[in-house]
């Protein structure tokens, strides 16, 4: 979470028998609304990218479903109910743009007593993650902590947290918790004795506590597997085995990296096996680094550097919150263009290293408090990092270094934002409503209305992006102006250059994508996100493959088309066919031209057909 990444600053294999599941397994779904013919395959890792059964690289981007299960008034789910579930979904779909969710799951609540998991606890989470998978979003499950437990203090304290059960708590007979001059709630991670100790004890197996996890880790996927149609579970895209893993602290001799290597890279090997055994073989296991692997404050050596070439059976999966916008000291002012490219940049070579794909799980910026202002820059260039590894100014004349889409889900989707009504550790006198209502922390992008409507809290130019969500081949190139606003102010960071004259007429001060990519001779088109902000009759595509003001509706001989992204959610998807195999293809997007002339498109078709064979080759 970015608070206590920032808030540290104040003070710098088979389980003994499988779950036996009550009823029976849901019939095979009806194919989800608005579906064509190549969607809704389970995707794999290959070549350093998602890919989907139609061999097309795949780019997943949405936002974390949710924070509500980190508190105890839903009983560790993310909605009260599965309407609250499907409300959320579409909206997070026609609203936020996304394609995918991490889908937080409480340890506390799936096994409450040692040894037995609630599979009424399992039934509802399902159901609630159905509502998504429905809603043509691809889900991942995350078993979720923050400062280990919320057993672990007491009733009165300033800070709570989530994950682990009452029972283990109990067996660790910890110290009364205290964090001593800690103002912030991250600093308990590494000052409350309490916290460290149990975080210890969890990475050194005592009281089998890693053993009870992992078992009920297993009988969860079991469950789900189970339970979900096999046409949901292709949309399951893997497990995240643990959120934000530390030491706690370290053994004499020990320091983060032979950590990592001794101690959670072993812990993911197990977690893995067992995803085997629940019949997840072909879907990836998440595995996160140590937390402060890649703070751009707090900051220790890791990124998973011993654990060899993970390939296709493991995902790199990292967070990143800028601690100094954070705190509001160590960085004045907004966020500029290009301000991530090089964090970004980083996770982009730790994954190519380790022989896998990347997901940034968590990324984000508090909506109120003292350093919220910054909200709308930081947040345009965590995206604009998330694009391309080339900051704006300069992307036109370096595309070739954009390097891979990174997929991404930012912190948090919560619709009961500032409608919480949460007993803070049990405390009947600490009721917290407002914002997300744990530890003062306020992130979520959306909220309900007095009509219980789902409405945005952030720019919906910055958060319904284009993306180009699967790829008929290798990206090579990929940048989008959004034209969000910080206030009153535009904030344009990629202009077209002089040098274009047409194209920048074209797209004038409309938002615009750019989209450069080699064919792989797949039978299926690539698809590119369409924000609402581009009403298919006002949207104009420059492409080698044709070029049109209007797409038509998507056929397979029609080159640029457009169509309903599946799910029956409204949102829109363009669809690019090619015939080809090691063809360079180019494709600008743009909602700025205002019925363009069949000369105006063919000028700036020529440009970028220029532009692209100087960069490319």
Not at 351 to 365: D, K
Not at 428 to 455: H, I, Q, Y
Not at 552 to 571: M, N, R
């Amino acid at each position: 979470m970015p608070n206590m990444r920032a808030r540290l600053l104040v003070v710098l294999v088979v389980l003994c028998g499988f779950l036996t599941v009550a009823g029976t397994p849901s019939a095979s779904a009806a194919t989800i609304a608005d579906s064509l013919p190549f969607d809704g395959t389970a995707l794999t890792v290959a070549n350093g990218r998602f890919v989907d059964g139609n061999g097309r690289e795949v780019v997943l981007r949405g936002y974390n479903v949710s924070g509500e299960t980190k508190l105890a008034e839903n009983k560790g789910l993310p909605f009260a109910s599965v309407a609250d579930a499907r409300k959320s979904a579409t909206a997070l779909r026609a609203l936020g743009g996304g394609n995918s969710v991490r889908f937080l799951l409480s340890w506390a609540y799936a096994e409450p007593v040692k040894g037995q998991v609630d599979t009424a606890y399992l039934a509802n989470a399902t159901a609630q993650m159905r509502a998504f998978l429905d809603a043509g979003v691809r889900v991942y499950p995350d078993f979720h902590q923050d400062l280990y437990s919320r057993w672990l203090f007491n009733s009165g304290s300033w800070y709570t947290g989530d994950g682990a059960p009452a029972w283990a708590v109990a067996l660790g007979n910890y110290p009364a918790e205290s964090c001593g001059i800690c103002l912030l709630w991250g600093q308990n991670i590494t000052q409350n004795g309490a916290v460290k100790a149990a975080q210890y004890d969890f990475w050194h197996n005592r009281y089998g506590l890693q053993d009870a996890f992992l078992a009920t880790a297993q009988k969860t996927m079991a469950y789900l597997k189970t339970n979900l149609s096999s046409e949901e579970f292709a949309g399951v895209v893997g497990f995240d085995p643990y959120n934000e893993p530390y030491a706690g602290s370290y053994d004499s001799g020990q320091n983060s990296r032979t950590w990592e290597r001794d101690l959670l890279w072993p812990f993911y090997v197990k977690f893995r096996a067992r995803m085997d055994a629940a019949g997840w073989t072909d879907k990836p296991a998440m595995v996160e680094p140590n937390l402060f692997w890649n703070g751009n404050v707090s900051k220790e050596e890791g990124g998973l550097l011993d654990a060899g070439t993970l390939g296709s059976r493991y995902v790199f999966n990292t967070h990143f919150y800028d601690q100094k916008a954070i705190s509001g000291i160590l960085m004045w002012g907004n966020a500029s263009d290009g301000q991530y490219v090089g964090d970004f940049g980083t996770v982009r070579d730790r994954a190519s290293a380790l022989g896998t794909t990347a997901v940034v799980s968590e990324f984000g910026h508090p909506l109120n408090g003292s350093t919220a202002g910054k909200a709308p820059t930081v947040l345009k260039a965590m995206y604009q990092a998330l694009d391309s590894r080339v900051k704006g100014a300069n992307w036109w004349s370096t595309p070739a270094t954009s390097g891979p889409v990174l997929s991404g889900t930012q912190w948090q989707w919560d619709i009961y934002n500032g409608r919480h009504r949460e007993l803070m550790n049990d405390n009947p006198d600490k009721v917290m409503t407002s914002g997300d209502a744990w530890n003062d922390e306020d992130l979520s992008a959306v909220r309900l209305d007095d009509s219980g409507t789902a409405v945005l809290r952030q720019d919906a130019r910055l958060l319904d992006r284009i993306y180009p969500s699967a790829t008929s081949g290798t990206t090579l190139a990929f940048t989008y102006e959004d034209r969000s606003r910080d206030g009153s102010t535009t904030l344009s960071w990629n202009p077209v250059p002089s040098s274009l004259p047409k194209v920048s007429s074209l797209v004038g001060s409309g938002q615009y994508a750019v989209l450069v990519w080699r064919s792989s001779g797949g039978s299926a088109p690539t698809e590119v996100h369409l924000p609402a902000s581009f009403p298919t009759a006002t949207t104009t595509v420059v492409s080698d493959l044709g070029t049109v003001h209007g797409p038509p509706a998507y056929t397979s001989s029609t080159p640029v088309g457009a169509a309903a992204e599946p799910g029956g959610t409204g949102s829109r998807r363009l669809l690019l066919t090619d015939a080809d195999s090691g063809v360079l293809h180019y494709a600008l997007v743009t909602n700025g031209a205002t019925s363009p002339s069949a000369s105006v498109l063919s000028a700036a078709k020529a440009e970028l057909a220029t532009w692209t064979a100087q960069k490319f080759g």
